[in-house]
């Protein structure tokens, strides 16, 4: 007898590639990142219901949202002081 596999595993798997691929730039570390990552998927991977799975995956989903607005909030940070003097700065 064959198990069927979940349908949604390539949803999550996705995900976790992803995921992985944005946590390269993390402040704290990628070795950080990966592992606070891997021990979050860890903890759902018994979770079969698939409308948890679906919440589960949106919440992934916001996550990448929000790295992707913090790398972009810190290259731009970057970017103004390159090119901006410090209105503070002058005597």
């Known amino acids: 007898m064959k198990v069927m596999a979940n349908p949604m595993r390539s949803e999550v798997i996705k995900l976790y590639k992803n ?3 944005l946590g390269r730039e993390y402040p704290k570390g ?3 990142f990966r592992s606070r ?3 979050a998927f860890m903890k759902n991977k018994n ?4 409308e948890k799975i ?3 995956i949106a919440r ?3 996550v990448i949202k929000e790295l992707e607005a913090l790398y972009y909030l810190r290259k731009y940070r970057a970017m103004k ?3 901006y003097e410090d209105k503070d700065s002058k005597p």
């Open 81 to 83: 002081q390159r090119y």
């Open 30 to 32: 990628s070795e950080y």
């Open 47 to 50: 979770v079969t219901d698939p």
């Open 19 to 21: 995921l992985l691929y």
């Open 54 to 56: 679906k919440e589960l």
């Open 37 to 39: 990552l891997k021990s």
């Open 60 to 62: 992934g989903e916001y």
